[in-house]
């Protein structure tokens, strides 16, 4: 057996069974293992963003790593803006890099390059194979890696002649160790805080399932308690029957303006509230400067036992949730398609069990409070705040999940960092809803520009800042790559159209005039 | 003046007046210098591997840099595998990459990232501004290692608070210091070594304008020597009335073929001869073993002197110039598209001072050969071998040359890394004629598969190497991104194609069935 074939069969035994791809000649022979090793599921994509933001939301998803397989130092630096995101939404994933022989590297080729040192940035554990019998094991420590709570980025770089020699041999990763239970004293510390509006449990990662916030429900029942979760979620059950949960605003003054009223606030599986950006003159901190801060529980801590834990201990166990949504049935909107009309659009159509992947960005503000009624789904958002990841996290969910319905909700500008997603979606016939929130400018820097203090924009900025010369059309592009789609301006025709996508299944997008 | 002002001013006033763009928050403030300083052009892409390749194509012709301005981590990331082909082309960049304040820094914020160490693998020169006050003698410093010959790649990470905080200046980078000139003992070794068929002058670089090719055709007429070029050129001049220079091929059988009757190697500019790729059981180096290498000058020396110092010692002033092109009448192709009846629309069809941008990649093969005698014009590689090069590098070019038509010939694998491209060229109405070579495969993957060692690959292998399903419509993304587009399947029609296109100017695509 080769290394690749082994590298193939290690992953496979280790779990791994989904392969994001865009390969090249150095892992052809990675390729050719994929091809008469039966077991792994290989999904082609067009640019290696689209592979790393796949896996990212295969993670979310699947609760397990997927693969990437990257072709040389570009490959990876292609893919690491949604590694990024990845690693900021705590998504396990196994990258393979492909590397020249070593007899090749150091002949400086054209294509060679710091592997190790672009992959360092982005990555939890990286590794370099340096024979072929190293190579199923080295496989299998990267899915151990990779499936470390909460989960970790780890990139295995695959030198062509440890791929391509004889000798290797098929290793497993142990299965992932249980998540640590939090400390006894601080669980109490916490109970004793949690009184009254004026504490506040902040809740992210593993927390917001829907288990964990009807748990969150019953403690904020007893207690008077606040929840809020982290503006940016990698993934939170909502709608009908879930506990609600808003998200600390994004804008830095309505997110001080909500948080100043706490003067406790337990962390569980969230990170202290600070600012996306730093604003001149504005605090990065976004709790007042007296707040307690109790960090409760990590992202990596087992924060399933910690909310019954401070269940068991508040004595919440029979109160009943606080906050628990009702389904609200919202008449359908008619009008112009507006960031209103869009939200009571999705309001009326988000199906059950749907997976909404966000990256509405200033559209959507208006999306996440108006669905709270929905029917249950699960939304996700970018952690990472690098934009582009919402076409390709789309495609590692439908993966993950070919059950669920999934909608991705993506600002024009976001769209075109990775509209190549298209085509793979359309490829695998993945059923997404995809809408296109057409506003025609990066509108986010327009009031970016205001905060950071730049009054009066001129021309050339405003410039700088538009999408509208010439327009984009987004039906074109998705009809080039396989697509079905259409362009709607006003909010029935927009209900209409989501109800028409989400019967045919399969890919189709709707471009929405705002 | 605040640091971002100072940073516009010193950059103009250093040379650079050309910035292609991608911001976000954190450049906000340059943004807004950019809107009140006159001076700089400021060219918008939708995706920063856009910005990046064409900064590379601007050095290129206009040898001089231009600017980038990048959001942050992972907007430098996004813009790194065109900064490894721009790094091996031998081009001087400036990127400016937009960081977080040094007070939000400490936060790890969700797009907090390790920005040097992503930029230090392709990069030169890494500098982060410490405060206001120096960002703008960072600036003409970041100019200057730009220019340092042959070309270099500097980033200036900006923190925002240094973009937006008082008490700035203006600095000026000093002219660039002239080329080292090549050793007298080596240009006599050289010239003493070149005689006969069995002697290979091998050139790159700034060696390759048709000035300096001219001087190496009246050496090789006076010596008998071979000329070649190396496979990857960051730009010759060909076409008639130059010295015809071919290139080493890429294929590794064809290139040991081509090398194997060269005793004596004498580099002019150039690198000695390697494979692309490492293959099993074939050489890397592709000169004979027994071959004297003479490395007589390297890319950042005075390669113009260094042939004038040859065409000295071998008293070859007065030599008519060996294998200069005759301007060739190509009939018009007609039949089927395939790789040689659209290689005869191009010769053909090539305008005199054309720059030819070529990411052809498999079908391109002939094209090299049977131009030869097309009007003269320059020819651009990818020198770095990471695909997605070429759409970019077109907008680069049009920028820097707004009086020379470009033609870009781009495989339709290729196009889709940086299909973004297209909504900047019509945006700035570039003069740019698009062919795409839709194959509708990774059709130089097919070839490698075997390469590798890799016989009769199974239906998932060839599966991950197709890009027929769904078929990609070039000329519907085309449309969706401003740029008008036909598509043709005959040669005819496609040398039509290309002559409307450039009598109409601005941009135009032509989707070419192969």
């Known amino acids: 057996m080769n290394g690749a074939e082994s590298l193939v069969k290690s992953l496979i035994a280790s779990g791994v069974d989904t392969c994001f791809t865009n390969p090249g000649t150095s892992e052809m022979h990675f390729v050719a293992a994929l091809d008469h090793v039966p077991g792994m599921r290989s999904v082609l994509a067009l640019f290696e963003g689209v592979a790393t933001g796949a896996a990212d939301g295969y993670w979310r998803m699947a609760g397990k790593p997927a693969c990437t397989l990257l072709h040389l130092g570009p490959g990876l630096a292609n893919g690491i803006a949604n590694l990024h995101n990845a690693k900021k939404a705590h998504s396990g994933v196994v990258n393979i890099v492909g590397e020249h022989a070593e007899t090749h590297r150091k002949l400086d080729a054209p294509l060679m390059s710091d ?129 609600i949960v808003n998200r600390v605003p994004y804008p830095i003054d309505m997110a001080l303006q909500a948080l100043r009223s706490f003067k406790q606030v337990v962390l569980l599986g969230a990170r202290a509230p600070i600012g996306f950006f730093a604003y001149p003159g504005k605090p990065a901190v976004l709790t007042r400067e007296d707040a307690e801060i109790i960090e409760l529980a990590g992202a990596g801590d087992d924060l399933s036992g910690a909310l019954d834990g401070l269940v068991a201990a508040l004595d919440a166990g029979d109160a009943s949730p ?11 909107p008619t009008g112009k398609t507006d960031a209103n009309t869009i939200a009571q659009a999705l309001a009326a159509t988000i199906p059950a069990n749907a997976i909404v992947v966000d990256e509405s960005i200033t559209t959507g503000r208006a999306f996440f409070p108006a669905t709270a009624g929905a029917e249950p789904h699960t939304w996700l958002n970018n952690c990472g705040g690098s934009i582009g990841y919402g076409l390709p996290l789309a495609i590692g969910c439908a993966v993950a999940c070919p059950d669920r319905k999934v909608l991705a909700l993506v600002g024009d500008g976001s769209a075109m960092y990775t509209i190549q997603s298209l085509w793979t979606m359309a490829r695998e016939n993945l059923d997404i809803t995809i809408l296109i929130l057409a506003n025609q400018t990066y509108q986010i820097l327009r009031g970016e520009l205001t905060n950071v203090g730049v009054q009066n924009p001129g021309p050339r900025a405003i410039d700088m800042l538009s999408l509208d010369r010439p327009a984009l059309d987004f039906v074109a592009m998705a009809r080039g790559m396989g697509v079905p789609a259409v362009r709607v301006d006003e909010a029935g025709a927009l209900t209409q159209a989501i109800e028409d996508a989400l019967a045919a299944g399969g890919t189709n997008l709707i471009e929405v005039v705002v």
Do not use: F, Y
């Not at 019953?218 to 879930?242: F, M, P, Q, V, Y």
């Open 115 to 243: 592997i190790e040192g672009l992959a360092r940035p982005v990555s939890h554990w990286v590794h370099s194979s340096l024979t072929a019998a190293d190579v199923g094991a080295d496989g299998a420590r990267a899915v151990a890696a990779a499936q470390e709570a909460p989960g970790r980025i780890a990139t295995l770089i695959l030198p062509s002649d440890t791929a391509w020699t004889e000798g290797a041999s098929v290793h497993t990763a142990p299965a992932p160790a249980a998540r640590p239970a939090v400390d006894p004293a601080m669980l109490n510390r916490a109970a004793e805080a949690l009184h009254g509006s004026e504490t506040l449990l902040l809740l992210g990662g593993a927390a917001l399932t829907a288990e964990n916030l009807e748990k969150a429900g019953r403690i904020a029942a007893k207690t008077g308690c606040s929840l809020l979760s982290e503006w940016s979620n990698a993934r939170l059950d909502r709608g009908a029957g879930r506990v």
């Open 322 to 332: 606080k906050g628990m949504a009702d389904r609200k049935l919202v008449p359908p």
